[in-house]
């Protein structure tokens, strides 16, 4: 019933507004065209302002380059008329070894500064002497005294002019000054510079650039095309005075192929310029907005020339964003009359779809409440569930504390086993000693025994860290003295087996980052079970290794026994395992002692030698500098 409803209300309104809709449509198609040609016009102009301001900044940069290269040369016919090497043949013309001299001298400083070429000339214009002197076309013998730069050079200043070579057929700028002697002209020194790389990277910019003579004839150009061109006819006058300086050696100077020239108010000129394109080079116009740019100190004129298609197809573009704006405004205007004729039902339709809508919220709110009172048992029942779940986890991590903290128990007198049978010896030492008056050995013994009783607390504190799974404290540890005190520890034994002890340790201190006591409590572990391994063989040889690798330092601990047990040398290192008969080993030895060395960052491996016995392979990172200045 609503969309039936809805639809009659819409019918009426819009049959009304049929007449005053096409009254706008009627409006815009008078008003739209005048007003996107003038949108145009304004487009253009706005346009070729931006690139006239931004050609002429382009400007300033290409006539910055071209006198930073001509002034680069200026100074060095100045210089070369000091050289003797280079002027010498001017005051001994038939000194043929002088003029060798003067051809290779030139040579290098051609080579040296980058000019095209640098020559010598004598007062009546003749080359006696050039830096292409070994090429196809020297210009040695060559008579350029029509050149104005000779000519200017023999009125005693500094000659410049711009001209095709008439030897080379190459364009160069000149730069001629006289070489006196005393008062007298003998000659002048001429170095010609190559403009032709700066031609070469203008063709590569978005600008088209035309440098000009006096009499406006194209002689740089970044189209190829246009060089040569005259931007002027050329009078009588002009022709005679270029013939006569043969400044471009007999050249055609076709007019340029201008087709329309217009002045813009404060953005140059705008010129259409017939030109080929693309790769079949097809006849096409182009328009250029065009500003030029004196350069008084040599009398040329840099001209460059802008595109102007980007211009305009922004000003089409923003043409066409206008007109669809006005589109838009007239088509706005015409639908803001329908709508305000349909706005009275709208309203009421509105009225009763916000009845239905509050209605639907009522009663999504009433099952939202349910929803919701059913998740909060849910949570409540979740966080009971957690709390009973965290409960769990801690008494199994309870547990496993207890477990661990009674195999440490049962390592303790493992560990401590070695130590005191060594204080009971060296107490009955002391008692012996002392009856016989002999203090001072027996003072010795007894710091001994204070000694090994310190070393016994630190292992107790060393097992009850790795008990709780605590790292020791790590510090710069120098490694021959945890060998020396293992083997002091172990040295009853050792004689008693009388098993030779080799040692491989380097002369420089060895650091390594470690815990002293744990480290030597491994190391006794490991020359320990060496010693049991090795009781009864024959050879009894135990080997002691150090040594740095990149970053890391190495301990090898290497006996003469009969090796690893088949097939269980990746067990040696679980909790309780051993080799050992029942009571000489709990097998926590290098569960400990593996256990140490993973809590200072190292690892330590278990391998059968080739030669024979069992090799044990300790790494630990080595001590970084700031540790080893705390250590010293």
């Known amino acids: 019933m609503v ?5 009659e209300a819409f019918a009426v309104p819009m049959k009304q507004s049929l007449r005053p809709t096409w009254i706008v449509l009627a409006l815009a198609l008078l008003v739209l065209p005048p007003a996107l040609w003038r949108a145009q016009v304004t487009s253009e102009e706005v346009f070729h302002r931006e690139l006239a301001e931004r050609s002429r900044h382009a400007l300033d940069l290409y006539v910055a380059s071209l006198r930073g290269a001509l002034s680069r040369y200026e100074v060095l016919p100045l210089l070369l008329i000091n050289d003797p090497s280079v002027v010498g043949p001017l ?28 020559y010598l000339m004598d007062r009546d214009g003749l080359t006696i002497a050039a830096s292409n002197w070994n090429q196809p076309l020297p210009f040695v013998g060559g008579n350029f005294s029509y050149r104005p730069y000779f000519q200017q050079a023999m009125e005693g200043g500094l000659g410049r002019y711009f001209a095709l070579g008439t030897t080379s057929r190459k364009r160069g700028y000149y730069y001629a000054y006289p070489v006196r ?32 003579d006096p009499e406006e004839v194209v002689f740089l150009s970044s189209n190829p095309d246009w060089t040569f061109n005259a931007l002027r006819p050329l009078s009588a006058e002009d022709l005679e ?28 000129r705008l010129i259409t310029v017939e030109t080929r394109s693309g790769p079949e080079e097809t006849e096409v116009t182009r328009k250029y907005l ?36 006005l589109v838009v405004l007239f088509l706005a205007a015409a639908y803001l009359l329908q709508w305000r004729r349909n706005l009275r039902e709208r309203i009421a339709l509105q009225r009763r779809a916000q009845e239905r809508l509050e209605q639907r919220v009522s009663e999504r709110t009433a099952e939202l409440t349910h929803s919701n009172q059913r998740l909060q048992r849910e949570i409540g029942e979740r966080r009971r569930t957690e709390a009973e779940l965290r409960q769990m986890q801690e008494e199994l991590v309870q547990a496993e504390k207890l477990a661990a903290l009674g195999q440490m128990s049962a390592g303790i007198s493992h560990e401590l086993n070695q130590p005191l049978a060594a204080i009971r010896s060296y107490t009955d030492n002391a008692r012996t000693l002392i009856e016989r ?30 008990a709780r799974k605590q790292a020791p404290y790590a510090a710069a540890t120098p490694v021959a003295p945890l060998f020396d005190d293992a083997l002091a520890l172990l040295a009853g034994r050792i004689d008693e087996l009388e098993v030779t002890v080799a040692r491989d340790l380097p002369s420089e201190p060895l650091l390594a980052l470690g815990q002293p006591l744990g480290l030597q409590q491994v190391l006794v572990n490991l020359i320990g079970n060496a010693l049991d391994a090795m009781a009864e063989s024959p050879r009894r040889e135990l080997r002691l290794a150090a040594g740095r690798d990149g970053d890391g330092v190495w301990l090898r601990v290497r006996d003469s026994g009969p090796g690893l047990p088949e097939g269980q040398a990746a067990r040696l290192f679980d909790p309780f395992f051993t080799t050992k008969e029942i009571g000489e080993g709990l097998g926590l030895g290098l569960s400990i002692s593996y256990g140490i060395v993973k809590s200072l960052g190292g ?22 500098a700031p540790e080893r200045e705390s250590a010293a």
Request: without cysteine; glycine residues 8%; proline residues 3%.
């Open 241 to 268: 005075r270029i013939r006569e300086t043969r400044r471009y050696d007999n050249a055609r100077l076709p007019l340029f192929p201008l087709l329309e020239e217009r002045q813009l108010s404060g953005a140059g």
């Open 181 to 212: 002697h005393g008062a007298e002209i003998l000659g002048a020194v001429v170095v010609k510079v190559d403009i032709d790389a700066l031609e070469a990277a203008w063709s590569h910019g978005s600008d088209q650039v035309l440098v000009t």
């Open 91 to 118: 005051l001994a013309p038939e000194d043929q070894l002088r003029i060798d001299a003067a051809n290779r001298a030139m040579e290098r400083i051609n080579e040296a500064t980058g000019a095209a070429d640098i």
């Open 603 to 624: 690892s330590i491996r278990a391998a059968d030698h080739p030669e024979g016995g069992a090799e044990f392979t300790i790494r630990l990172p080595a001590a970084t």
């Open 290 to 325: 065009v500003q030029r740019q004196e350069m008084a100190e040599v009398g040329w004129t840099v001209h460059i020339l802008a595109d102007t298609r980007p211009a305009r197809e922004q000003a089409t573009v923003a043409t066409a964003l206008a007109g669809f704006a």
């Open 437 to 466: 008056a002999r203090h001072g050995e027996a003072v010795s013994n007894l710091e001994e025994i204070s000694i090994l009783t310190s070393r016994m607390a630190g292992i107790v504190k060393n097992l009850k860290i790795f």
């Open 3 to 7: 969309g039936n409803r809805s639809t």
